[in-house]
């Protein structure tokens, strides 16, 4: 057997470059190691005593003085493939120390062939070639396709497998086989086979090769086919009429459309505890601030309501934008063109993945701008991210309001969910705040990243979109779970400090605000200062120089009685 056809050491080396260069250095050793006359006494030990002469101590046996010329075919397979295991125990010591994730070894593994040669593929593996080699050449974050693009790519294969077939261009056999195989996907079966990582070549074809190579050996078991047999060929059958260009941001827009209502719900449900926090909390007046400094009074429920409009509103830019994302651009293939699709192939499909999911779904008008653009994701994301920044501002509102106990504010409680130090006993921090903020930004860092990603693209063709993809998705399932955790442990559980609030009102010089309609902008001036070093509060100041009737009305000159500076404080809360 050819050693340039036919590799007897795996190649999935999935870290370090340097691992798989001692990897395949351990290739060639096996290979050098491995006599021709395979006919003498025990092939098998005579090879491992040749490969590692001086780890045979107990024998004291010495190398063999043979003539070790590098042959070019082999008459036992197996003599080559246990030299080769001899060869990797040595690698296994040295790399030991890293977690290098080799590939199994050859008899665990089974051989395909893609246009650029030879590959080894795990023997149980559903996913194929190109996989594979996407494996060996992007292990860069270790991270996996969410779930909602596995969904999305899967009843995109169904409904494309479907409408071909109704248009006779794919056999029903087959067509069935591939719809199966696809709605498995969907359902999550085969969520393990996808792992491509996101950081990859350009457009997603990794990503797209990934599944259809999956539904492909899927299909081909379901037909009783073995893997690597192809009775389903990946690219003829299961990518008829598709191209990554097209296929991979109509995935983005339906992965997005299918948790656009979990999404939704998590942002209304905050908004409606904070409305309901605003009821509760409607009739304690504290003092309003502005530039961090005391300000005029306004009540917590209306500081609390505000809270909550902002967040329902900041779901309706969301919703807006999402509508943008109903405009699908399957069936322009590679550029926009159509090229290899039937004609009635886009309205088909189409129609097809809106029964299939229940979303509301358009053709795009224009598949030229479907294939070059991402201005749709583009705006969904900053539609996110303006949550973001409303969500940040909340957040750290509720940890200044929180903040002392004895030396802060403290006009609210937030629930105590952990210890807050190791070193200081009864420290309670406002951990829900800060997991929040941490996630929001968070996601404005995703949307940056999507923004840069959809500028980048250069004339037909978008070829960032598995970042995209990758953002967006995680964009959403991060905002989805601190939503419900903030909401749940710190929204529902917070308390008010009534006397608190009102304390910190009672001695708030701005409070003279209210007087202004009587005794004017100076007066007021004059009786905040005197009320400060005197110790006063504004009322009390007020009340005496009516009193002494000092106090003089700001248009006719009268004096300001009691009475009068009583309305006016009662009146501004």
């Not at 005593?49 to 070019?72: G, I, N, V």
């Not at 979990?262 to 003092?287: C, H, M, N, P, R």
């Not at 973001?388 to 200044?400: Q, S, V």
């Not at 559980?493 to 708030?508: C, D, F, Q, S, Y």
Request: hydrophobic fraction near 45%; charge should be neutral; charged fraction near 20%.
């Amino acid at each position: 057997m050819d050693f340039e056809t036919y590799p007897i050491y795996p190649t999935q080396a999935r870290t370090m470059d340097s691992i798989e260069s001692i990897a395949n250095g351990a290739c060639r050793q096996a290979r050098d190691w491995v006599i021709i006359n395979t006919h003498a006494i025990n092939t098998q030990k005579r090879l491992y005593l040749e490969a590692f002469p001086k780890y045979d101590r107990q024998r004291k046996m010495t190398e063999p003085k043979k003539s070790y010329a590098r042959p070019k075919k082999y008459s036992t397979k197996s003599a080559v493939k246990n030299a080769a295991a001899s060869a990797l125990l040595r690698t296994k010591r040295k790399v030991s120390r890293h977690d290098t994730s080799l590939a199994p070894s050859a008899s665990s593994s089974r051989i395909e062939h893609d246009s650029l040669g030879v590959v080894q593929v795990p023997a149980h593996a559903l996913y194929g070639a190109q996989t594979q080699r996407a494996i060996e050449n992007f292990p860069i974050s270790g991270l996996k396709p969410r779930p909602a693009f596995i969904w999305s790519m899967g009843m995109i294969k169904q409904a494309a497998a479907e409408v071909n077939r109704d248009l006779g261009l794919l056999d029903p056999e087959i067509a069935a086989a591939i719809q199966r195989a696809a709605q498995e996907v969907a359902d999550g079966r085969w969520n393990a086979q996808f792992i491509v990582d996101p950081f990859q070549a350009g457009a997603g074809t990794s990503h797209h090769m990934n599944v259809n190579e999956v539904i492909a050996n899927r299909a081909t078991r379901l037909l009783g086919g073995n893997l690597g047999d192809y009775l389903v060929h990946p690219n003829d059958h299961v990518n008829m009429a598709q191209s990554t260009n097209d296929i991979i941001p109509t995935a983005i827009r339906l992965g997005c459309l299918w948790r656009l209502d979990e999404l939704l719900s998590s942002v209304y449900t905050l908004s409606g505890a904070l409305q309901a926090k605003a009821i509760e909390f409607d009739d304690i007046v504290k003092s309003g601030r502005t530039h961090l400094q005391d300000a005029v009074p306004i009540r917590l429920g209306q500081e609390f309501g505000a809270y909550a409009k902002a967040v329902e509103r900041d779901a309706e830019r969301i919703r807006f934008s999402a509508d943008g994302l109903r405009r699908l651009g399957i069936g322009g293939t590679a550029v926009g063109t159509g090229v290899n699709a039937h004609p009635e192939f886009q309205r088909r499909v189409v129609q097809k993945l809106s029964e299939q999911t229940g979303l509301q779904l358009t053709a795009s008008d224009n598949l030229f701008e479907s294939m070059q653009s991402m201005a749709d994701m583009v705006a969904f994301s900053a539609a996110i991210r303006t949550l973001a920044l409303t969500l940040i501002r909340i957040a750290n509102d509720f940890r200044l309001l929180s903040s002392g106990p004895t030396s802060g504010l403290d006009e609210i409680r937030l629930p105590a969910v952990q210890p807050g130090s190791s070193i200081m006993p009864g420290k309670v921090n406002p951990v829900m705040a800060e997991m929040l903020d941490m996630v929001m930004f968070q996601v404005i860092g995703f949307d940056t990243a999507i923004a840069l990603a959809t500028q980048a693209g250069q004339l037909e063709l978008n070829v960032m979109m598995p970042l995209i993809a990758h953002n967006l998705f995680e964009m959403m399932h991060i905002t989805i779970a601190a939503l419900r955790v903030f909401t749940e442990r710190a929204v529902y559980g917070l308390t008010a400090n009534k006397a608190r609030a009102e304390g910190w009102l009672a001695h708030n010089p701005i409070v003279v605000t209210a007087l202004n309609p009587l005794i004017g902008y100076s007066q007021g001036a004059e009786l905040v200062k005197e009320a400060g070093l005197r110790g006063l509060t504004i009322h009390d100041m007020a009340v005496e120089k009516a009193q002494a009737g000092l106090l003089k009305h700001i248009q006719n000159d009268h004096s300001i009685t009691v009475e009068e500076v009583e309305a006016a404080l009662n009146g501004t809360i």
